[in-house]
């Protein structure tokens, strides 16, 4: 696991390198004025394009696979489960501010596709309920109202994998979308 996780982070770094040594901006003279000898100084400076960067990183951002693509990916390669990579549910009283609850969420999100992934139903539904929380600590009401119909669904369906794996693809699409077009997006 940890090989893969650093053979993807190694290609992830050695692209980006590529991707920003490819990256012809142009270069200004200034001059820096000059010395007691007459000799005068230059120095080359990159122009700085911030809507050009803010543009490429969307673009890495909008290519990067997508937490459940991850999770099945690890799958597919024969990796066993780890408990013990996944943030530990006891954790989450831990999380006190707004940013640090929002980072934990986006973190038991992945977890939940992973377990997902492994059809782990029982951290699954563990998951799930720490998920609840947090987005009720962040101030999401809303969005948790539209979990709760779910909740039903995944107890009575905690033994059936296949069952589970749909409903819960299900309700995290529906926080997915929820998040991206809400007022709190």
Do not use: W
């Not at 982070?9 to 000059?34: E, H, M, R, W, Y």
């Not at 069952?163 to 699409?173: F, G, H, P």
């Amino acid at each position: 696991m940890k090989k893969i996780s650093l053979k993807t982070g190694a290609f992830l770094l050695a692209a980006l390198l590529i991707f920003s040594g490819c990256n012809n901006q142009p270069k200004v003279k200034q001059d820096k004025g000059t010395n007691t000898k007459g000799q005068t100084s230059s120095v080359e400076v990159e122009v700085f394009d911030a809507v050009k960067l803010k543009d490429q990183i969307v673009e890495i951002i909008k290519t990067a696979p997508k937490p459940d693509e991850l999770a099945g990916f690890l799958n597919e390669t024969g990796v066993s489960y780890m408990l013990e990579l996944t943030v530990p549910a006891e954790n989450v009283e831990k999380y006190m501010t707004i940013f640090d609850q929002s980072l934990a969420a986006g973190m038991y999100k992945f977890d939940l596709f992973y377990a997902k992934a492994y059809n782990r139903q029982d951290v699954v539904s563990q998951l799930y309920a720490v998920q609840e929380k947090l987005i009720g600590k962040i101030g999401l009401d809303g969005e948790l109202a539209k979990m709760n119909k779910f909740d039903d669904r995944i107890k009575k369906n905690e033994g059936k994998a296949d069952s589970l794996n749909v409903i819960v693809s299900e309700a995290m699409n529906k926080v997915s979308q929820s998040y991206s077009s809400g007022e709190h997006s």
